[in-house]
C-alpha cells in the first residue's frame, strides 16, 4: 500500500510524530516507542486505522521531503499542523492521550505519583509538597455579620 507500512521507518515517523505533538524535555524515549507499539497494534486490528495511519505517516514523510524524522519539535509540530483535520491526526491525537500519559515512566517525568487510592490517598503521602506554587494569602474577613438577602419576595 504504501513504502512505510508495517516497516521500522513507518515506526520511527511515529515515534517522531509523538515526540512533536507531545514534547517534553523531561520524558525519555521509552514512553513515546511505547505508545507508537501500541497505537501500531490496535490499527492492526483494524483496517480502516491500518489504512489511516499507514497513508498518514507516508504523508507526513512526503511533506517533510521524505525525512520526517529528522525535523526537530518546532518544525515537525508545524507540518502537523497542516495535517490537524485529517482521519490520521485525529486517530493518534485519541490514541495517543491517553496511552503516552498512562505510562508510569511519563509520570515519573512529569512528577505526578500517580494513583493514590491504592496507595491510601495523598493526605500521607505529599498532599501539600507542590514547592512551584506560592503559598496562598489567608485572610479572614473580620466585618460585621449581615445577611443581605439578593432578592425579596414581591407578590403573591
Known amino acids: 500500500m504504501t513504502s512505510t507500512q508495517d516497516t521500522d521507518r513507518a515506526r520511527q515517523v ?16 521509552g514512553p513515546y516507542e511505547r505508545t507508537a507499539d501500541k497505537l501500531i497494534a490496535d490499527a492492526a486490528g483494524n483496517p480502516f486505522n491500518q489504512t489511516t495511519l499507514a497513508q498518514g505517516l507516508a504523508d507526513l514523510d512526503a511533506l517533510a521531503d521524505g525525512d520526517f524524522v529528522s525535523l526537530s519539535n518546532a518544525d515537525g509540530y508545524t507540518l502537523l499542523k497542516r495535517i490537524e483535520n485529517t482521519p490520521f491526526f485525529g486517530y493518534v491525537r485519541r490514541f495517543a492521550t491517553v496511552n503516552l500519559y498512562d505510562d508510569p515512566e511519563t509520570w515519573a517525568a512529569l512528577g505526578y505519583q500517580g494513583s ?11 498532599f501539600n509538597d507542590l514547592d512551584w506554587l506560592p ?10 455579620v449581615k445577611f443581605v438577602p439578593i432578592k425579596t419576595k414581591t407578590g403573591a
Open 14 to 29: 511515529l515515534i517522531r510524530t509523538l515526540q512533536a505533538a507531545y514534547p517534553h524535555a523531561n520524558v525519555p524515549r
Open 116 to 126: 493514590s487510592f491504592d496507595q491510601g490517598g495523598y493526605l500521607t503521602r505529599g
Open 135 to 144: 503559598e496562598p494569602r489567608i485572610t479572614e474577613y473580620d466585618g460585621p
